[in-house]
């Protein structure tokens, strides 16, 4: 090979390279709508959710939360007068770490870039987060639960969710008390949420009485289960409490039920989605249970105007766990953006000072949401500390468990 | 712990085993003839999945003629509904097409990523099967679901429900587990007398000892290779539907630790010799499945790895391999 020629192919591998990487940025979808005034100052929300891999159901949910709430803002006339709209942004974290960093790098990269609306993952948060505080941006979570996140010393933290050390323990407590369930057997997906919520759950229930036959450990993406069924079949159980996302919880679900194991299987707020009795089957994930944070939307005074407003949207979709408190989280930054806008002016957002006022402002949220009241404590946890435990019905859908 | 315990995880890992041996074929075929390791063999198998769910729904899914409008779908459904013939008659035909579109998507690969690299350095394709891995992954991410999905039929019971085949002791052993058993043992027997009696399987291994001989003596490579790269996709391809029926769900990146697998019981096994294929993937699973049975779930990796390093000191050509010395 000629030096010639040698040099041409790598030109080609970097020109190949860059190629990537600017389609890797163009990847991201502009959901906004930009037409009307061109002068107007346009800022921009960030959506971390898995979109591709991981809890995919849920990460498409926090999409439409988002979606609609910026939607919302857009159209009122707040923001026509203050001369500004709101731009959404989406980066895939694939529910992985790793991925999470790098969508972070990305968002804090762009110059617009006001506020995060995610992560999915508690795992994914506690690197994101990181990159967030020292660009100064804030980050307003609509689903993590892990408890040490809002305990890290990260002042632009804040999440419109309870934690796992609330979840969990309800969650204990509901299985031994309500449903008398003596003996258990719990298994997580080793992710930092999994791990959290089942360590929660097995705390609690020990406390109560009953007896934790065995723990064992998984993987987010296993879906081989047979052997751990022999092994819970083998143990007594008398209900099996998952810590995870319920593309697994699923499948142990069905191989348990398959495999003569017909004890109830109970999960956090990771399972609760249409998604897990579809992969379960409705036959296998009937008496299943999950808890999830908040009261069932249909029960809270604005869920009846949010339903019909994602009715409208999106006719085609269903309300999966975490639409609705992605469309909270989201007027939380969209509030503290027209907050900020109207103190120090539109073109001050951007800003490092404007930045500054933003997270300012988010701590000092309060206002009525689709989940109940949205305010925050010191720490940047909400003071909404509501837990619902959720059954598979005949009818093969979540229901609110009789309590 | 009691010996039905034992014996009911022994079962467990001779049904993985057999999946993996399945998988693991595929590996051994390409390698043993071309001395490649075809790194989008976990996606085939992949696809195999994904291509045999499409298949039963369109030919027993009541819902699948109702959504499309297709109205001919619905006697050919209640055809392959009723009765045991018409069951059997879906299960080949799902197993069958599921194959045949894979193994010539493996021929496709072959002919279009692999062929003009032929003479070129080792690494380069390697290096284009890793990019076809990824091509296909990608492909079935955007054009059909990033969701995993789930195996069944709309009402969400199995197309093939795990029925207890018979007892041993108070272990009940399913007809799913029996199926893919005697499936696996059954496609070994068959390639097995293909390649050790066949003219065309006599051309194979002549082609594998040394191609360009075989060549000069009139062995159509070309073809050869070819068609070991549509039997072993198509092996693949059967143990993606199982796969997909056993475990319950198809996801677009479900083919990479099943891959990983199979590869390392190909390599346990000697890699390139088709019977060692078979023995490593049931030793695999069967270790697999003891471990995370009797020490705990998260060790069961780490002690089919420990096993695979331990082969590779005692005897580094793999159980059944040869020591071959390094062509030159």
């Keep these: 090979m000629t030096s010639k020629r040698r040099r041409f192919i790598a030109v080609v591998a970097v020109v190949a390279a860059m190629a990537l990487m600017v389609t890797g940025c163009g990847a991201k979808k502009d959901t906004s709508d930009t037409g009307g005034t061109k002068k107007a100052t346009e800022v921009v929300i960030g959506i971390g959710a898995p979109l591709s891999d991981g809890a995919v159901a849920l990460g498409k949910g926090m999409v439409r939360g988002t ?33 999470g960093g790098s969508v972070a790098t990305q968002f804090t990269s762009n110059p617009n870039l006001v506020g995060v609306m995610g992560h999915l993952n508690s795992g994914v948060t506690r690197v994101a987060v990181k990159i967030y505080n020292q660009a100064g941006i804030v980050q307003v979570s ?36 309500v449903a008398g369930k003596k003996v258990a057997f719990v298994v997580d997906d080793a992710t930092v949420y999994g791990t959290g919520l089942a360590d929660e759950w097995a705390k609690q229930f020990a406390a109560d009485g009953g007896k934790v036959a065995g723990r064992e450990k998984t993987t987010d993406k296993d ?21 995870g996302i319920y593309n697994s919880a699923a499948l142990l679900s069905k191989q348990m039920k398959e495999g003569g194991v017909s004890i109830p299987l109970m999960g956090g707020d990771g399972i609760y989605d249409p998604e897990f009795i579809k992969l379960a089957g409705a036959a296998n994930a009937k008496g299943d249970f999950c808890t999830s944070v908040g009261l069932p939307i249909d029960q809270l005074p604005k869920g009846q105007e949010f339903q019909a407003a994602f009715k409208a949207e999106f006719p085609s979709e269903a309300i999966a766990a975490y639409d609705a408190y992605s469309y909270d989280a989201a007027n939380v930054i969209i509030k503290a953006i027209v907050q900020v806008a109207k103190d120090l002016g539109a073109d001050k957002l951007t800003t490092t000072e404007g930045k500054a006022a933003i997270v300012a402002a988010v701590a000092k949220s309060s206002f009525e949401g689709v989940t109940g009241k949205v305010e925050f404590d010191a720490k940047g946890d909400t003071t909404n500390k509501a837990i619902t435990v959720y059954t598979v019905g005949a009818d093969g859908t979540w229901a609110p468990a009789a309590k | ?62 819902a699948v003629a109702k959504a499309t409008g297709w109205g001919f779908l619905e006697p050919i459904q209640s055809f392959f509904m009723s009765g045991n013939f018409g ?62 999905l789930p195996y069944t039929r709309v009402d969400g019971s199995a197309f093939v429900t795990a029925k207890t085949a018979f007892t041993i002791g108070s272990v009940n052993v399913s007809t799913m587990q029996v199926f893919i058993v005697v499936t696996s043992l059954v496609l070994l027997a068959l390639l097995d007398t293909f390649v050790s009696k066949t003219r065309i399987g006599r051309a194979m291994r002549a082609t594998s000892q040394d191609r360009e001989a075989a060549g000069l003596m009139g062995v159509d490579i070309n073809r050869v290779i070819a068609l070991a790269f549509f039997i072993g996709p198509a092996l693949g391809a059967i143990a993606g539907v199982f796969n997909g029926m056993y475990y319950g769900s198809v996801k677009f990146n479900m083919g990479f630790i099943p ?6 019981a190909a390599v ?42 331990l082969v590779l000191i005692f005897r580094p050509g793999g159980l059944l391999g040869e020591a071959v010395a390094e062509k030159v």
């Excluded at chain 1, 979606?67 to 803002?73: C, D, G, H, S």
């Excluded at chain 1, 002042?155 to 204990?172: H, I």
């Excluded at chain 2, 194959?99 to 690969?109: D, P, S």
Aim: charged content about 15%; glycine content about 12%; proline content about 3%.
């Design chain 1, 67 to 99: 979606v609609l709430a910026v939607k919302q803002a857009n159209a009122s006339q707040e923001l026509k007068d203050l001369g500004l709209t709101i731009a959404t942004v989406e980066g895939d974290d694939k529910g992985d770490p790793t991925t």
């Design chain 1, 142 to 177: 609509p689903a993590n639960t892990a408890v040490d996140l809002t305990e890290m010393g990260m002042k632009n933290y804040f999440r419109v969710c309870t934690v796992d050390s609330v979840q969990g323990p309800a969650a204990a407590d509901y299985a031994f008390k």
């Design chain 1, 223 to 243: 879906t081989d289960f047979k052997a751990l069924v022999t092994l819970i079949k083998s143990s007594g159980a008398e209900i099996v409490y998952y810590g």
């Design chain 2, 1 to 62: 712990m009691s010996l039905s315990y034992l014996l009911e995880q022994t079962l467990n890992g001779i049904t993985l085993g057999g999946l993996y041996a399945l998988v693991a074929l595929g590996y051994t075929l390409v390698y043993g003839i071309l001395l490649m390791i075809n790194f989008a063999h976990s996606e085939l198998f992949m696809l195999g999945g994904y291509v045999g769910l499409g298949v039963l729904k369109v030919l027993s899914d009541p």
């Design chain 2, 87 to 148: 069951f059997v008659m879906l299960l080949v035909a799902t197993f069958g097409i599921s194959a045949i579109v894979v193994g010539i998507l493996g021929m496709f690969i072959e002919r279009f990523a692999y062929r003009p690299l032929r003479h070129a350095p080792r690494l380069a394709p390697l290096i284009s099967a890793i990019g076809v891995s990824i091509f296909l992954q990608n492909a079935v991410l955007l054009w059909i679901d990033s969701k995993q």
């Design chain 2, 259 to 264: 891959g990983i697998k199979s590869f390392t």
């Design chain 2, 268 to 309: 346990i096994g000697g890699i390139g010799n088709l019977r060692g294929a078979m023995l490593g993937g049931f030793l695999l699973g069967i270790v697999e499945s003891l471990a995370s049975g009797f020490l705990s779930n998260a060790y069961r990796d780490v002690v089919a790895f420990v096993v695979l390093i």
